[in-house]
């Protein structure tokens, strides 16, 4: 079983939905990281969290520490935030990140 | 520019070859890492280094080597490159609020 699970691993949604994707992870950890990568294309680092909630612009991103779960929300999707959405952890007692193997969004005009 | 700075963009080697992966960031991090990242596999950490001089193994360190001698640069050695390392590598360094990634490197051993 994978340390760092995601779901959905593929996901289509039309221009406008609020789009959830989640991540659950079975390590301690000192953070979580939100990555995008569009396709051929570079990673980005969208959100790192250890607590709560952070928003920035459509992308909203909350952990729960307690249930080792993760969401990213995106509201008002538009075409170009079709992209691998990556979910990340820092391991609690290590500097290395295990990463999940990613959720495909589409969105679809 | 401040990023990370990753060389080459794309490179075929033939079994048995050595090359190196460069990898530069300006932005003054400590940490820096190399991961790969292949189909169905997501990516995975080889190497990593949270210092000049200090380096430490990933979860795919076999096949290739790393050295930290400045805290700009990063380089990713394949000594004798085999078809199991045709793969896209990324390089990133971290600060404080998360990491930024090189544009990657995709790696055909042929």
């Known amino acids: 079983k994978n340390e760092v699970e995601q779901s959905p691993q593929n996901l289509t949604a039309q221009e406008g939905e609020f789009i959830t994707i989640n991540c659950s992870y079975s390590?301690?950890?000192?953070?979580l990281h939100w990555l995008q990568q569009h396709p051929g294309g570079g990673i980005v680092s969208l959100f790192m969290?250890?607590?709560g909630k952070k928003k920035h612009g459509r992308l909203i991103a909350t952990i729960n520490i307690q249930e080792k779960h993760s969401s990213l929300h995106i509201t008002a999707s538009h075409p170009r935030d079709s992209a691998v959405y990556i979910c990340a952890v820092h391991g609690g007692a290590t500097n290395k990140l295990i990463f999940g193997t990613g959720t495909l969004l589409a969105v679809q005009p | 520019n401040a990023g990370v700075t990753q060389t080459p963009k794309f490179q075929v080697l033939k079994t048995g070859q050595s090359m190196t992966l460069q990898c530069a960031q300006d932005?003054?991090?400590?940490?820096m890492s190399w991961y790969r990242q292949d189909p169905g596999m997501g990516l995975r950490l080889i190497h990593y280094?949270?210092?000049?001089?200090?380096?430490d193994q990933g979860e795919v360190p076999n096949g290739y080597n790393v050295s930290r001698s400045t805290t700009e640069d990063f380089p990713l050695r394949l000594l004798s490159a085999a078809p199991s390392q045709t793969s896209v590598y990324f390089c990133?360094?971290?600060?404080?609020?998360?990491?930024?990634f090189g544009s990657g490197t995709r790696l055909t051993v042929v």
């Open positions: 990133a360094s971290k600060q404080r609020y998360g990491y930024t």
């Open positions: 390590v301690g950890i000192s953070a």
């Open positions: 932005m003054n991090h400590e940490y």
């Open positions: 969290l250890s607590s």
């Open positions: 280094s949270v210092g000049a001089g200090i380096t």
